[in-house]
């Protein structure tokens, strides 16, 4: 049985207590002494014992009434450690003042291939292979910055967290550093996180707005293509929205719980992308970080990269894209040990590759193996359907951001929306809404609230008559418009020419309105 024996703290009461427990004859097994407590585990103590040992403590000054615990504090306290730290999936060592490994968890038991117990018989030096480690630990009193580590030759980011003396019981303040806790995070571990972090905004093709034919079968053609595991090719122009349709693709695929990491080729200079996407051992370059660098292959294994802009691509980079696509094999910028991951590669351009390969600023090995899987996301003008459904998609969220009630569209600015060829396409009309309503204090939104911006080009003037329901208004734009043109574009195709969209399109229309009239 265990119990603990409150008192008042004065000197010599808890030998005073102990001494009553050996007159009855009870061995006692484990004692806790944190005042005004003392928990002792009394093996052969029983529940009729109790009212007799109560007798024999209040003879003793200050002792107050026994209470019986399922367990003492401090092997709580042990038994906690010891299953928080079992169930940790990340390395965790705890080091003495002197680097002494006291404390190792499974993970790290398991990485470095021998037990806990083999493992806190040696110091951090031998465990990571560099002395220097140790060293600049202790005398920098284990305050240091996040570092890359080799752990039985695999790399970790390794936290140190001081672990100090207090400076007297019940101080707050700290005292000297007595040792730390060692943290080791493996790349592929930390992609999981920056994906769980932004994991929210990774949805399935229900992110993916529209109800077009265009959108319809896209989304059906992307349905077979995600859960094909080979290298994707997204094209179309810029603002059609392709990330959102790799991040799609991600989703729905057996990735889907895996990292889906991202790199935007136009953006970094040659050298920075090759760090990024391979990382780099220490030493590497001038400016690198002191231990190393895992690279968006590393943190990414079992997920997958999307590479943006593969077009802007430097020839030297697509030559070491080429060799990972081989054989899924890397080595890190400066260093010498080859690399293994599974990644699926989804990368997206709005440039015209089959141009590229023919004027030689873009492999034409590296274009096939790209382009195993192809979508094309179409642009905004050939998906006039939808562009009503994503004004007030984004009226919505502009008027949720700027804490305003939601606005609508009154028909002039509908005409006006549909009117436009969007140039920049959904990210355009994106732009277009958000500064709508930025800047107007109007609940209903005019053709005047619209800003266009200098790169907007209006279509042409159709006058209409007042109608009763948002899709009339559609419909008699759409009439009005394709009769004025088509006097002008007797055919479906130059029609489609004229207003820079799709045959297919333009001919459903016609037939949709009876243009021309029998």
């Not at 110091?123 to 890359?148: M, W």
């Not at 936290?159 to 207090?166: G, H, W």
């Not at 006006?416 to 209903?444: C, K, Y």
């Amino acid at each position: 049985m265990r119990v603990n024996i409150p008192f008042e703290d004065r000197v010599g009461i808890a030998h005073e207590i102990l001494a009553v427990l050996a007159r009855q004859g009870l061995n006692v097994q484990a004692v806790e002494v944190d005042p005004p407590n003392i928990y002792i585990d009394i093996p052969e103590l029983k529940q009729s014992m109790l009212a007799s040992l109560q007798a024999d403590c209040d003879q003793v000054d200050g002792v107050g009434t026994i209470e019986v615990v399922d367990i003492l504090p401090g092997m709580r306290r042990s038994l906690n450690l010891d299953t928080i730290m079992a169930v940790m999936e990340d390395p965790v060592l705890a080091i003495d003042a002197l680097g002494r490994i006291v404390i190792a968890n499974a993970a790290a038991a398991e990485v470095a291939r021998c037990s806990e117990k083999e493992l806190c018989q040696k110091s951090l030096y031998q465990v990571l292979q560099d002395s220097t480690i140790q060293h600049e630990l202790i005398a920098n009193e284990f305050c240091a910055p996040t570092r890359e580590v080799l752990l039985n030759g695999e790399p970790f980011l390794m936290d140190v967290t001081p672990v100090f003396e207090p400076l007297s019981a019940g101080t707050a303040s700290d005292g000297m550093a007595v040792g730390a806790l060692l943290t080791l995070t493996a790349p592929k571990r930390i992609g999981e996180r920056l994906h769980a972090i932004s994991r929210a905004e990774i949805g399935g093709f229900e992110a993916i707005i529209g109800d077009s034919e265009q959108i319809r079968v896209l989304k059906k053609r992307a349905a077979r293509v995600a859960v094909v595991d080979a290298p994707l090719l997204i094209t179309g122009e810029t603002g059609t929205g392709k990330e959102l349709l790799a991040q799609a693709c991600h989703g729905v695929s057996a990735r889907s719980n895996a990292p889906f990491l991202e790199l935007n080729c136009a953006a970094l200079p040659e050298s920075l992308a090759e760090s990024e996407l391979f990382g780099y051992m220490a030493g590497a370059f001038t400016g690198a970080n002191r231990g190393g660098k895992p690279g968006l292959f590393e943190m990414a294994d079992g997920g997958t990269v999307f590479l943006d802009e593969v077009g802007e691509m430097s020839l030297y980079l697509q030559a070491k894209l080429l060799r990972f696509l081989n054989d899924g094999k890397f080595r890190r910028i400066g260093g010498d040990k080859e690399i293994q991951v599974d990644v699926r590669i989804i990368s997206a351009t709005h440039r015209n590759l089959r141009k590229m390969v023919q004027d030689g600023s873009f492999r034409e090995d590296l274009f096939y193996r790209l382009n195993v899987l192809h979508l094309e996301m179409p642009p905004l003008r050939e998906r006039s359907d939808d562009i009503l459904l994503l004004a007030r998609h984004f009226i919505e969220r502009a008027c949720t951001q700027a804490q305003k009630p939601v606005s609508r569209l009154n028909q002039a600015a509908t005409i006006a929306m549909l009117n436009n060829r969007w140039p920049g396409n959904v990210r355009q009309l994106q732009n277009v809404v958000f500064r709508a309503i930025t800047m107007s204090d109007q609940r209903v939104l005019d053709a005047a609230d619209l800003d266009w911006a200098e790169d907007s080009m209006q279509g042409e003037s159709v006058v209409f008559e007042e109608a009763d329901t948002w899709e009339a208004s559609v419909s008699q734009f759409e009439t009005a418009l394709l009769t004025k043109l088509y006097q002008e574009f007797p055919s479906s195709r130059k029609l489609a020419a004229r207003l820079d969209t799709s045959h297919s399109m333009i001919a459903a229309k016609l037939r949709k309105h009876g243009i021309p009239k029998k």
